[in-house]
């Protein structure tokens, strides 16, 4: 039974990995900020441990583990994801900070596998197929500190003869998604019936539910894959505009769906198609969950 400890255990993601390791019977510890609002969504179970602390004081969780070795480390918290705290300098050192941060608590715990949440902003203004060669030119402070802490946790690693695994996800979406994405955003609207606007959304794009993220997750620590880094996606890439009118027939909605309403931003059509043979090559993984099925996931958790 192996022994996982998950920063930002309340995340997005974080949950549904949490949810993927109990159900292969791991034992897991939740590393959670003191009084979360989020802190309900963590299943209850024998085998999850919680502990509410900060990432600045993320040292002090060595001293309320029990005595047991700890076999794979997942770093996920990180502030300022969204706008406008994407381009916060002060707030994206210290996630990288507190990244360094979590690869020594792990070398303390004896881990043998560490796993770093990166992002596609990352690859910057990407346009195309984008595999894990493609060169990154990230272009917001959030994706300067993601790589910035991939460089230097590999190197960390190397010296810690630790397995040191980082992913660069793409478009996910699912239960518990933050409310302003496009996906959820429009979900509220269709549902209400209300008119939406958008850009032309003539660039291609691809989504990944939650629960796939999460099993590719679970994959990359528990099989023999080689280690660096990985894009998480679908590995299906459409017009966004195919994706916005499927959820308006799934959700059976009137609404208006103004195409063009909104301006592209100074960047204009950024349009890309990641490329995931790296992930299936490694993991024999395809996407299961279909974007119609993903839907009616959310819809029937929010109804």
Request: proline share 3%; hydrophobic share 40%; charged share 25%.
């Amino acid at each position: 039974m192996k022994n996982v400890v998950i920063t930002g255990a309340t995340s997005f993601i974080g949950v549904h990995i949490i949810k993927e390791y109990l159900k292969n019977n791991c034992n897991v510890i939740a590393v959670v900020r003191p009084n979360s609002k989020k802190i309900n969504r963590l299943p209850e179970s024998n085998r999850l441990t919680i502990i509410e602390i900060g990432m600045e004081k993320i040292g002090d969780i060595i001293g309320e583990i029990p005595n047991e070795k700890i076999d794979i480390f997942y770093h996920l918290a990180w502030e300022g994801a969204r706008i406008p705290y994407r381009d916060d300098v002060i707030l994206q050192n210290e996630n990288y900070l507190y990244a360094i941060k979590a690869m020594e608590v792990a070398k303390e715990l004896g881990c043998n596998i560490f796993i770093g949440i990166g992002s596609q902003a990352e690859y910057g203004r990407c346009v195309g197929k984008i595999d894990e060669l493609y060169e990154p030119r990230p272009t917001t402070e959030y994706g300067k500190a993601k790589l910035r802490a991939y460089e230097t946790l590999k190197i960390m690693a190397r010296e810690n003869n630790m397995k040191f695994i980082w992913t660069r996800i793409f478009s996910v979406y699912g239960v518990y998604d933050y409310q302003g994405t496009l996906v959820m955003s429009a979900l509220d609207k269709m549902k209400r019936n209300e008119s939406i606007p958008l850009t032309k959304c003539v660039q291609s794009w691809d989504f990944i539910y939650v629960e796939d993220v999460a099993i590719v997750m679970y994959l990359l620590a528990n099989t023999s894959c080689n280690d660096g880094i990985y894009n998480i996606a679908s590995g299906t890439s459409r017009q966004l505009k195919d994706f916005v009118i499927d959820m308006k027939d799934i959700c059976k909605s009137t609404s208006e769906l103004q195409f063009g309403a909104i301006p592209y931003n100074k960047e204009g059509v950024i349009s890309f198609e990641p490329i995931i043979d790296k992930l299936k090559k490694n993991l024999v993984w395809s996407c299961s969950v279909k974007f119609d099925e993903g839907i009616n996931k959310i819809l029937k958790f929010i109804n």
